[in-house]
């Protein structure tokens, strides 16, 4: 079992910066796939990007050049930093931890909101 827990969010100014932290315990961190979702008010959720446990990322085609994915397996955290935020951006933003090889398993954390506002 992989507990999930976000950190970080809040409330930031257009064009500020914002640092999210995901914490996944009960399994080495380097076996895991790590993404970050979020979910903006009335709107489905949808992936931001996902750091692959060889180190491979990818983004959403919105974010790119201004969010980044990072890891420290050491710490068995993952971190999402948010540059040059928008309005746009607000949401409440959602880590999820899962293992690709069989047998796969998904694991979510709470969420954590961030506001983009002046």
């Known amino acids: 079992q992989v507990q999930v827990v976000e950190s970080g969010g809040g409330l930031v100014q257009p064009g500020g910066s914002l640092r999210l932290s995901c914490v996944a315990s009960?399994?080495?961190?380097?076996?895991?796939?790590m993404a970050w979702y979020r979910q903006a008010p009335g709107k489905e959720r949808e992936f931001v990007g996902r750091?692959?446990?060889?180190?491979?990322?990818e983004y959403l085609e919105s974010v790119k050049g201004r969010f980044t994915i990072s890891r420290d397996n050491a710490k068995n955290t993952v971190y999402l930093q948010m540059n040059s935020l928008k309005p746009e951006d607000t949401a409440i933003y959602y880590c999820?931890?899962?293992?690709?090889?069989?047998?796969?398993?998904?694991?979510w954390g709470q969420g954590t909101q961030v506001t983009v506002s002046s």
């Open positions: 750091s692959r446990g060889g180190g491979m990322t």
């Open positions: 999820k931890a899962s293992v690709d090889s069989w047998p796969r398993a998904t694991w």
């Open positions: 009960g399994r080495t961190l380097s076996t895991l796939t």
